[in-house]
């Protein structure tokens, strides 16, 4: 299993270089998305959204998609510390297949291990009330997704064991 999306019925081509990119913290009820520089060096926490209905949902997504002209998008991939992908990776490989659908824009798939972790560290640090840290954690873990994914000089690597 690796990073890159090998499901049927996605945009299966070559990963962009260069524009702006869409990354997600993926849960069942809410969805932190980050946006990248054109240039693909920075990552900014964008959105929290919270899931409503699949249209809904589509339309969100599509709006922020189209506004921000998105290229590619990356999807945090709860993998377990054995690096073994369990029923949420498998909901997550699903969430991101569909939305390469219908935005037309390939995806692939990044090992989130940690990243709400270190974002709640990060908002404790800053001295954040726990109602304001619920606030911003799902939109920095999708920071935190994005970042490390444009940072990796291998962005097809598989997510490793510890």
């Known amino acids: 299993m690796n990073n890159t999306s090998e499901t049927e019925g996605t945009v299966e081509s070559e ?8 990354g997600l913290d ?3 009820k809410r ?5 990248s520089t054109a ?15 699949v249209e809904q949902d ?7 998609i189209t506004e921000y002209q998105c290229k590619g998008l990356v999807v945090g991939l709860p993998v377990h510390m054995s690096g073994d992908e369990g029923q949420k990776a498998k909901e997550a490989r699903r969430f991101g297949d569909w939305i390469s659908q ?7 798939y990044w090992d989130e291990r940690y990243s709400s972790a270190t974002a709640e560290e990060f908002l404790m640090n800053m001295n954040i009330s726990r109602n304001k840290r619920k606030a911003y954690l799902d939109k920095l873990a999708a920071q935190i997704i994005l970042q490390s ?5 291998n962005r097809d690597q598989k997510p ?3």
């Open 149 to 153: 994914f444009l940072d990796s000089p």
């Open 102 to 108: 219908f935005a037309g824009i390939p995806v692939r």
């Open 160 to 162: 490793e064991s510890f």
């Open 26 to 28: 993926y849960g069942t």
């Open 58 to 64: 589509q339309k969100h997504l599509q709006k922020i």
């Open 15 to 22: 990963f962009p270089t260069e524009g702006r990119l869409l």
């Open 31 to 35: 969805v932190g998305i980050a946006i």
């Open 39 to 53: 240039e693909q060096n920075i990552s900014s926490p964008l959105d929290n959204y919270t899931r409503q209905s």
